[in-house]
């Protein structure tokens, strides 16, 4: 079965496990908790997030978890060895993939710069791919009105940059452009030319990170039932929803294929249990 992967934040219910009858234990267990929740479920794939909840009053001491994957493939290989296991718990804990009703809508989300590097990383490893920077323009025009006080100035102005990049992966033969503007106002007069060569600094990053997430966006990674990794680029910067994977799966074109091995095939889900994310309303635990 052929996969598409977006980076998006993964909203889909064959992407999610729900981990419950995590006990209580005393507080650095509790602490820990999350970090060894992640330790455990990221030998499986790359993790989008894993979020904590304690037990409502009537469900008794305890936590449970929702674990999301960017790929339904690695939850799908979590779920079985990682159900009725004690994984770092003294008892066994409760493993389910979610499923998502169809009625239900929602916007998928573009993930940020950072975790679109990650993704990169994991899936092309980080050799694989790279990003050219084509223009990255000062737009502030912070030394024009000379005339005008310069308090005046920097109050009615802001930093202004503008960048124009590539995502490059050589190894499949794409390139996706992305643009991106950041501007950061300037409320009050800065002290000093050091000061405001570190926010003009600050204002690129964004721009530069802006425009990557576009670039990234525009790209879809295609994983196969061999094993192998496609890539399809879309030239608009929609983001698709990836509940339409399989109307789509036959309009994609791939210019190459690199043989990067995705792990074992999808295991059945042995579960009919079904949930929301949107019911979970309790306090995440830090």
């Not at 600050?202 to 670039?215: D, E, G, R, S, Y």
């Not at 061999?226 to 983001?239: D, F, I, L, M, N």
């Not at 339409?244 to 074992?264: A, K």
Request: proline share 5%; aromatic share 8%; net charge negative.
């Amino acid at each position: 079965m052929v996969q598409l992967v977006p980076f998006a934040v993964p909203i889909e219910g064959d992407k999610t496990l729900l981990v419950w009858e995590l006990s209580s234990g005393p507080t650095p267990e509790a602490l820990h908790l999350k970090h060894s929740l992640f330790t455990v479920f990221s030998q499986f794939g790359l993790l989008y997030s894993v979020r904590l909840f304690p037990n409502a009053a009537v469900g008794g001491p305890g936590f449970s978890a929702i674990i999301k994957f960017y790929s339904a493939r690695d939850a799908h290989r979590a779920q079985k060895p990682c159900d009725q296991k004690q994984l770092f718990h003294t008892s066994p804990v409760k493993v389910r993939l979610g499923t998502r009703h169809k009625v239900v809508h929602h916007n998928t989300l573009a993930v940020n710069s950072s975790r679109c590097q990650e993704l990169a990383n994991y899936i092309f490893v980080f050799h694989e791919w790279s990003k050219r920077i084509i223009k990255l323009q000062d737009l502030s025009n912070l030394e024009e009105r000379e005339n005008e006080d310069i308090v005046t100035q920097l109050q009615k102005q802001s930093l202004k940059v503008f960048c124009a990049l590539q995502v490059v992966l050589p190894s499949h033969e794409c390139r996706s452009p992305g643009v991106g503007m950041a501007e950061e106002p300037l409320d009050k007069l800065e002290e000093g030319s050091l000061l405001l060569f570190m926010r003009r600094k600050i204002t690129q990053k964004l721009a530069i990170q802006k425009a990557m997430t576009v670039a990234f966006q525009r790209l879809l990674i295609v994983l196969l039932e061999s094993g192998k990794t496609a890539v399809a680029y879309r030239p608009c910067e929609e983001v698709t929803d990836a509940r339409t994977e399989e109307g789509l799966q036959d309009l994609i074109q791939v210019s190459y294929f690199s043989c990067q091995p995705c792990g074992q095939r999808e295991q059945e889900c042995l579960s009919d249990f079904s949930f929301e994310e949107e019911e979970f309303r309790l306090p995440e635990l830090d």
